[in-house]
């Protein structure tokens, strides 16, 4: 039977086909690569699997994820992480808004500023971990030599060496490029907010204080609600950073979970027990996770 | 308060902002641009004597010792460029008409494909990490560009579905319906009207592909060692191992940079528009 075009119209040019056929294909990517691999990892993670030890495998139900309530070197990488993750957002989010206000303001060179908020965005993480590497180095780093002229410090000090500085100081690196982000979330939100509703509250003989906490911050919450969730969840995935900077060292406590995942999975060849931890450690970012797509979905859904 | 004391606390702050985001990566720069004799001795001078291209150097020509390195560093730069653009070019084909179907189609099931789409933009890498190792192994596409032009669409695909949807949808629908009035079909009004109207987004979506995976380090990490390694990872390596020449990691750090910094600078609009797309509205 010959396909006419008025025919090829009815079957293909329905929303109902049309829609199926062009998402059918990025769908079968996403669930050959995500999805698929999503369970069988579910699936992994409830077997022992030790390439060195294959005469052991065997399913064990839970048995990895009792183990890992048990496992301190785990439960250390967990809370290195959340505090790695809290901390990184709380300083991103108070550190964006206070930037975004500054840029907000009338000066010169304002778009030359505002565009270079993104430079630190763009930048390929590993390069990022590179170069605060290269700063904080012990012997020929800048902030050595900064702190020393500055005569902050007397001595040249190994600051990856110690734990406080050194959980500081990654956090400081992760900061510098994802902060941004925020920035410019925050100040495309402060854009949306009407002039009047200052002159106004100005009229009133409100402070500039009192505006920012009745007027500012209730219009940008939304946006920094959104913001805080997916830095904190990106925390939970951090990995170049910490392996490059202190390798999870002093003493691991910088050590993050996905680096103790790499460790057992691709260095101890623990497969099961790899799963199992980053399930495991998922289970932290699925709250805000799922906060986050209620809130994105609603929007898209609406409109 | 006064207004020029305002205005001067005000420049400060600019002032501090400004130095705070861009000296970290000037640093970087002069650096790589540094003898080492100028960077290693204390006190640090901030100025260098001489500027020279010397560390540049060192990563393209063969100084005898080296060929090695200078051979696996311009591999891995070829490795990067090849698989950040497939990557992009194919999830911008397979991502537009998702895209334009969740935006504009009601089907069965659309909803859910927006649902799915959003939660795989959140799904931890690390998890998918251990399976795929398992799965490509098998299928013997460890190491092999083909690989990990794969493992990177599950990164990419998510994000332009999800931008281009939100530019699709910025679109009026009166347009499209014009067009079907005068006969034009779903997909002849998607390429003759929608997707002409809707080029910032496309650029931005090229963009922010390209960047993605230009800059992807986990996935490249595991999944390739020799002859698909791209350029972040040998970057890795090279910081992560003792003894290695710092500044021919600064300079290394700087090339592998420049590409999706001068882009984002560049097209800064586009990608604060995207960006921002998400979130505010």
């Known amino acids: 039977m010959r396909i006419t075009k008025a025919r090829y119209r009815a079957i293909f040019d329905d929303p109902r086909t049309l829609g199926v056929v062009l998402i059918a294909p990025a769908m079968l990517a996403i669930l050959a690569i995500v999805l698929l691999p999503l369970l069988s990892s579910l699936w992994l993670s409830l077997q022992q699997r030790d390439l060195p030890r294959p005469q052991n495998d065997a399913f064990i139900w839970f048995k990895n994820y009792w183990d890992l309530l048990h496992d301190p070197r785990y439960l250390n990488s967990l809370n290195a992480t959340f505090r790695f993750s809290l901390v990184s957002t709380i300083l991103e989010l108070v550190l964006g808004v206070a930037i975004a206000l500054v840029l907000n303001q009338k000066f010169f060179g304002r778009g030359f500023v505002r565009g270079l908020m993104i430079l630190p965005w763009a930048m390929p993480s590993i390069v990022n971990a590179a170069m605060w590497k290269w700063i904080y180095n012990a012997d020929y780093g800048a902030l050595n030599a900064l702190l020393t002229q500055l005569h902050l410090i007397d001595n040249y000090r190994i600051w990856l060496a110690e734990p406080v500085t050194a959980t500081v100081l990654v956090i400081l690196a992760n900061v ?65 950073l910490i ?61 | 308060m006064p207004r020029k004391i305002k205005k001067i606390l005000l420049y400060v702050a600019v002032i501090c902002i400004v130095i705070w985001t861009s000296v970290p990566y000037l640093w970087l720069i002069v650096s790589s641009l540094s003898l080492k004799i100028d960077l290693l001795t204390v006190p640090l001078r901030w100025i260098p004597s001489h500027l020279t291209l010397e560390n540049y150097y060192s990563l393209f020509f063969d100084r005898g010792s080296e060929s090695v390195n200078v051979r696996l560093f311009i591999q891995s730069l070829g490795n990067s460029a090849i698989i950040a653009v497939t990557t992009m070019v194919i999830c911008l084909y397979l991502g537009v008409l998702a895209a334009y179907a969740i935006a504009r189609l009601r089907f069965k099931g659309s909803n859910l494909m927006v649902l799915v789409m959003m939660a795989v933009q959140l799904v931890p890498p690390i998890i998918l990490v251990v399976p795929l190792y398992v799965i490509m192994r098998q299928l013997k596409l460890i190491d092999k560009h083909i690989g990990l032009i794969m493992v990177d669409i599950s990164i990419v695909l998510p994000l332009v579905i999800w931008l281009m949807r939100g530019y699709f949808a910025s679109i009026p629908s009166e347009l499209e319906d014009a067009a079907r009035i005068d006969g034009c079909t779903h997909l002849g009004a998607l390429f003759r009207i929608i997707l002409p109207l809707s080029s ?78 998400g979130a505010v509205k």
Not at chain 2, 221 to 229: E, G, L, M, S, Y
Not at chain 2, 230 to 236: E, R, S
């Open chain 2, 200 to 277: 910032p987004g496309l650029v931005s979506v090229i963009i922010f592909a390209f960047i993605a995976s230009w800059n992807e380090y986990l996935y490249a990490f595991i999944f390739t060692n020799v002859d698909a390694k791209t350029l972040p990872v040998l970057i890795g390596e090279f910081s992560t191992k003792l003894g290695l020449e710092y500044l021919k990691i600064t300079a290394a750090g700087v090339l592998a940079s420049l590409p999706p910094v001068l882009l984002a600078l560049i097209f800064q609009r586009f990608i604060i528009r995207g960006l921002t797309a």
């Open chain 1, 243 to 303: 392996y490059v900077i202190t390798g999870g060292g002093p003493f691991s406590t910088t050590e993050l979970t996905t680096l103790r995942i790499y460790a057992m999975t691709f260095r101890s060849l623990r497969f099961g027990y790899g799963a199992a931890m980053a399930y495991l450690t998922s289970l932290v970012i699925l709250i805000p996770a799922v906060a986050y797509i209620r809130s994105a979905y609603k929007r898209v859904v609406e409109i």
């Open chain 1, 176 to 240: 510098w490029k994802e902060t941004p982000f925020t920035i410019i979330l925050v100040l495309a939100a402060l854009q949306t907010i009407p002039d009047d509703l200052y002159e106004a509250s100005r009229v009133d003989g409100a402070t500039e204080w009192y505006s920012f906490l009745k007027i500012t911050l209730p219009m940008i919450l939304p946006v920094l609600m959104i913001a805080g969730m997916l830095q904190f969840i990106w925390g939970f995935q951090t990995f170049e």
